[in-house]
């Protein structure tokens, strides 16, 4: 499908042509001049520290064809530097993003499923996208890229793709809604309900209203929730009747159910029903939540009316973000399990729950602050504790501050004082570690994504390699 010409731009969102071409198509959107490709279209957006709109004229010399800013008095100089250019004003660059995006979106009829949920919506999106990509090409958020900005500059990357897999996150109400209202997904994907943000949002049952709003610009949408999650077990119970919901569980009976699952270090495996005899599904990660969210992509696949067999082909062959269960081998069979990206309390207990199932010598657990947690801070870094304390990891190291409160849950579940360090920064977890690793021990990384415990795994693999 070709581009946006800028004179739809004009007719639609009341941009002003200041120089150029009103015939030109937008086909490629940017807002950073440092990865700027020739032909981009520029858009300038205004952070917290920078403003982007005044980057215009290094966008333009940089390649890019077209530039959408506000705020800019434009001289007679650069009007004629630039004339081969197009320059597009706005009153609100955010505001035009939003309408640029709304207009690209309604160009194209393809399916559309967007993913949200407290934790391992990356995850589930990677998962997903590779399963919808076996029937249609698929464009998928970069990363997890799910917030306003993110998810209109993936969809300004629509160009032949036949479907596309959104992720959407949140930190407030009414965040969800808007990027909903944007894509106006056909299937909408909730993983779970659990405490990310709660210090925000003051309620597990405010998490799941924020997460719902997926639903507010759906188009009469398909929802595929987790049954094993108790605030959205309860939620389809209630809804059923109204609402065209597909489950998914291990515990719960649900319409796509997983059972004898075998858990390995670095794959699953599971029987489930897809159709009337049980067919066996491969994950190629460890760890009982990528069964779950294996589950949510077969579901996907039964919607889109995907093959059995591409179904489990995507499955089988997806890969994951980086930073998320991500398995680095080191020297004398040392792993590393690099989930630094971000944490919750339920993201913590499965990594606990994967690690305890590595074979290898000792297990070790560095664990950081959770960060957004407000009042409920402490208590909840008191159950971090008591999960650490019930798997009888063999090595806790922690920082943060919050941290001392896992390290005295530890302790009362019996945790020997020897086998726990508190250090003050990642320079000290590295040492510390490099000190007293052994052969074949495996070490667990997971802290909220402030914390930036991403560092402590590559200096590991530059000194252990």
């Given at each position: 499908m070709s581009g946006l010409k800028v004179e739809e731009i004009v007719k639609n969102i009341g941009a002003e042509l200041v120089n150029g071409d009103i015939k030109f198509e937008c086909k490629s959107f940017s807002k950073d001049t440092r990865t700027i490709q020739k032909g981009d279209t520029y858009i300038g957006i205004k952070g917290e520290n920078f403003d982007g709109n005044l980057f215009w004229r290094e966008a333009l010399e940089k390649g890019a064809d077209c530039v959408i800013v506000s705020g800019i008095e434009y001289k007679k100089q650069d009007l004629e530097k630039f004339k081969d250019k197009t320059i597009l004003k706005v009153e609100d660059t955010l505001k035009a993003l939003y309408?640029?995006?709304?207009?690209?979106?309604?160009?194209?009829?393809?399916?559309?499923?967007?993913?949200?949920?407290?934790?391992?919506?990356?995850?589930?999106?990677?998962?997903?996208?590779?399963?919808?990509?076996?029937?249609?090409k698929t464009l998928k958020t970069i990363g997890n890229n799910n917030n306003y900005i993110g998810l209109c500059f993936t969809i300004l990357r629509l160009q032949d793709e036949e479907a596309m897999v959104l992720e959407m996150g949140m930190n407030q109400l009414r965040e969800i809604a808007l990027l909903s209202e944007i894509a106006k997904p056909h299937i909408c994907v909730i993983t779970n309900i659990g405490t990310s943000h709660i210090g925000n949002l003051g309620s597990r049952e405010n998490i799941l209203k924020a997460k719902l709003e997926i639903l507010e610009g759906a188009q009469d949408p398909i929802v595929i929730v987790n049954n094993d999650n108790d605030l959205l077990h309860k939620w389809q119970?209630?809804?059923k009747k109204e609402k065209d919901i597909v489950t998914y569980g291990?515990?719960?009976?649900?319409?796509?159910?997983?059972?004898?699952?075998?858990?390995?270090?670095?794959?699953?495996?599971?029987?489930?029903?897809?159709?009337?005899?049980?067919?066996?599904?491969?994950?190629?990660?460890?760890g009982e939540h990528f069964v779950l969210n294996a589950l949510s992509a077969i579901c996907v696949g039964k919607v889109l009316k995907i093959e059995n067999s591409k179904i489990l082909e995507g499955i089988k062959s997806f890969e994951l973000t980086k930073k998320r269960m991500e398995i680095i081998n080191l020297k004398n069979e040392v792993k590393i399990i690099n989930d630094s990206y971000n944490a919750s309390l339920e993201s913590i207990k499965a990594s606990l729950k994967y690690l305890m199932n590595c074979k290898g010598n000792?297990?070790?657990?560095?664990?950081?602050?959770?960060?957004?947690?407000?009042?409920?801070?402490?208590?909840?870094?008191?159950?971090?504790?008591?999960?650490?304390?019930?798997?009888?990891?063999?090595?806790?190291?922690?920082r943060?501050?919050?941290?001392?409160?896992?390290?005295?849950?530890?302790?009362?579940?019996?945790?020997k004082e020897k086998n726990i360090y508190y250090l003050k920064d990642n320079e000290e977890i590295v040492k510390k570690v490099t000190e007293i690793i052994e052969p074949k021990d495996i070490i667990l990384l997971k802290a909220s994504n402030g914390m930036k415990f991403f560092d402590i795994a590559e200096n590991l693999k530059t000194i252990l390699l």
């Open positions: 309408q640029i995006t709304k207009l690209k979106r309604s160009l194209y009829e393809i399916p559309v499923i967007a993913i949200t949920g407290s934790v391992g919506k990356t995850s589930t999106k990677d998962i997903i996208s590779n399963v919808v990509s076996q029937k249609y119970e209630e809804n291990i515990k719960e009976k649900s319409d796509i159910n997983a059972t004898n699952i075998v858990l390995k270090q670095e794959e699953s495996e599971f029987e489930c029903n897809l159709c009337q005899d049980n067919i066996k599904v491969k994950v190629p990660v460890g000792r297990r070790i657990a560095v664990l950081g602050d959770i960060l957004e947690l407000g009042d409920y801070s402490e208590e909840l870094h008191r159950q971090v504790g008591k999960e650490v304390g019930k798997s009888k990891i063999d090595i806790l190291i922690c943060g501050e919050k941290s001392n409160y896992i390290i005295e849950e530890a302790k009362k579940l019996g945790m």
